[in-house]
């Protein structure tokens, strides 16, 4: 396997726009990197820069410390995994698995080797002798992953490869994946739009927007510690509720922050260069705002929509203030539409964002710094 350095890479089509904008990016070896962002901010360019199958407009690319800009996709020592199975239809598995191999050049022993060791790690080793047409969506995906496990190659590379599966095949091919990962220790980069998979899979998250990187690093901090409203909003599900405010105290452990219909809420973070009259806005997880007046802070709202999912329920709420937010309640409660319901929150939960839309770092408890810090990414 092979670590990846990505360094000031761009991606430009006829000089005047700008696909990727300098971006600068370590994978590890051994590392599970997934790329997520909306439709168009790049991820699916940056696969296809890695694999060679678009030029580098500018920047360098190095995969296991040699440089690939100008190398052609089958000496870079990648295999890719496509959304679409690609499958040969009038081969079965077995000779759909080998032809790659054969175009390469290995002997039939070794040929052999690779395919059933592979397909033992998949469990298709039964299905070698079927044809694709007799092979159900899950049972595709495998076969198109051991097309690539048998290449042995320095780098995998998925694109989208689960979004062709319904849920429950979703969920289990997802946990294949993470096995084989461990299995294999592969470098991985995989593209996806979806939440889950990025948070389960990735030892890794990247969020891309326009072309740039707004926030990398592992699920659990880019989902505690966003830097910014773009990552604070995109990642988690439900997104953290934002609630817009003006700063009307500072002190050296914290901001009082009036938001709308004169509620004031204290919270415990840096000032920074927040100063009083300053537009900021509040963020706060579902999971965080609680049905009852144990928290500090109180609000509340009125009940809109309710989604009962077994174990819990997310309730859609419009506050007294006329901001609309997600709660994540008991889900052995009934709650009704139209019921005003009390709510509540610790100052230590909240995140604030300033004007710039850049995250004010949080205070730990006990930990007093003074307003003239600087906020520190």
Excluded at 214 to 219: I, K, R, V
Aim: proline residues 3%.
């Amino acid at each position: 396997m092979a670590n990846v350095s990505i360094k000031d890479l761009k991606k430009s089509y006829d000089g005047k726009q700008n696909v990727l904008a300098g971006l600068n990016l370590d994978i590890r070896d051994g590392e599970f990197c997934v790329l997520v962002g909306p439709s168009g901010c790049g991820k699916s360019t940056l696969l296809r820069m890695l694999c060679g199958l678009e030029d580098i407009s500018g920047g360098e690319l190095a995969i296991g410390g040699d440089i690939v800009n100008h190398l052609p996709p089958a000496k870079r020592g990648i295999a890719m995994v496509f959304q679409s199975y690609a499958l040969y239809p009038h081969m079965n598995v077995y000779k759909n698995m080998a032809f790659g191999l054969k175009i390469a050049g290995s002997n039939k022993a070794d040929i052999d080797e690779r395919i059933r060791h592979a397909a033992g790690i998949l469990k298709i080793d039964h299905l070698l002798e079927r044809l694709p047409r007799e092979l159900s969506g899950g049972q595709r995906q495998r076969v198109a992953i051991g097309r690539a496990i048998v290449r042995k190659p320095r780098l995998f590379l998925f694109d989208e490869p689960l979004s062709n599966l319904d849920a429950a095949l979703r969920v289990q091919t997802r946990l294949e994946i993470a096995k084989l990962h461990k299995q294999l220790a592969a470098t991985i980069v995989y593209v996806t739009h979806d939440q889950v998979e990025a948070m389960t899979l990735g030892d890794k998250i990247v969020v891309m927007h326009d072309g740039h990187i707004q926030q990398a690093g592992t699920p659990l901090e880019l989902y505690q510690h966003p830097q910014n409203l773009f990552v604070a909003g995109f990642i988690g599900s439900p997104k953290m509720n934002f609630l817009p405010g003006v700063v009307t105290a500072v002190a050296e452990d914290g901001l009082e922050v009036a938001v709308s219909g004169g509620h004031k809420v204290r919270v415990d973070v840096v000032p920074g260069k927040a100063g009083v009259g300053d537009k900021v806005t509040l963020g706060l997880r579902a999971e965080h705002i609680h049905e009852n007046t144990a928290g500090s802070e109180q609000f509340s709202g009125q009940v809109n929509l309710v989604e009962h999912l077994g174990e819990a329920n997310f309730i859609y709420v419009t506050l007294s203030g006329g901001q609309d937010i997600v709660v994540r309640g008991d889900g052995n409660r009934n709650v009704g539409i139209g019921e005003t319901i009390e709510l509540s929150a610790d100052t230590n939960v909240f995140h604030v964002f300033d004007s710039d839309g850049n995250a004010l770092r949080r205070l730990k408890p006990g930990n007093v710094l003074s307003s003239r810090q600087q906020v520190q990414h």
